[in-house]
């Protein structure tokens, strides 16, 4: 996490800014039903807007970022009428903060959101960039596929497990296989949560 021209902030500004940031810097890629399992919702949203702007905490000032999305579905769970994250980092004029690992959410981006702690964490994303996963659409074809936040496409649910750079297993097994579409992907994430509903009336 750092401010441009390389100034960097000491760990003791960062905990004080975000009490879970030592904790969610070093997260481990999740599970599938684990990263279900874990948000408080799950929406299909397009990037609506985003500002940035001056705070102060603790005696500290810093940087944070609304982003307002427009809901186009909800997978899992009941988010507000109106949905604004709330990040760490940001850019106002020349000072730009960024939190190291932590994707960008880019205006007019459609995505797939695991959504987390809003406004109790410095990322509200189930495992920072593990619960980001933008939607790509392919004028060529007409049709869409996920993508995890490093660009690589989704063949399966169970790759949300993979280290980023790690290469798809599905994909290894069967060369011909194809990315996720956005309503696949949705539909896996309803099946988790319909499972886990299941186990919970069956105890």
Request: without cysteine; proline residues 6%; aromatic residues 8%.
């Amino acid at each position: 996490m750092r401010y441009n021209r390389f100034a960097s902030l000491g760990l003791g500004l960062l905990l004080a800014l975000s009490p879970g940031l030592a904790r969610a810097t070093t997260v481990q890629p999740p599970e599938f039903p684990a990263l279900v399992d874990q948000a408080d919702y799950v929406v299909r949203a397009v990037i609506k807007s985003s500002q940035s702007e001056w705070r102060e905490k603790a005696g500290h000032r810093y940087i944070a970022t609304k982003v307002t999305l427009e809901v186009r579905e909800v997978i899992k769970g009941t988010p507000p009428a109106t949905v604004v994250l709330d990040f760490l980092g940001g850019r106002v004029g020349d000072d730009e903060l960024r939190v190291e690992g932590a994707p960008r959410l880019t205006v007019g981006e459609e995505d797939i959101l695991f959504v987390q702690g809003n406004g109790t964490v410095f990322y509200p994303l189930v495992g920072v960039m593990h619960g980001f996963y933008p939607i790509f659409h392919d004028k060529a074809s007409g049709s869409d596929y996920v993508v995890r936040s490093n660009g690589m496409p989704l063949y399966s649910e169970k790759d949300v497990a993979l280290p980023m750079m790690q290469l798809s297993a599905t994909k290894a097994v069967n060369a011909q296989a194809k990315p996720m579409t956005a309503a696949a992907f949705s539909t896996r994430i309803r099946a988790q949560v319909e499972n886990r509903n299941q186990q919970k009336r069956l105890k």
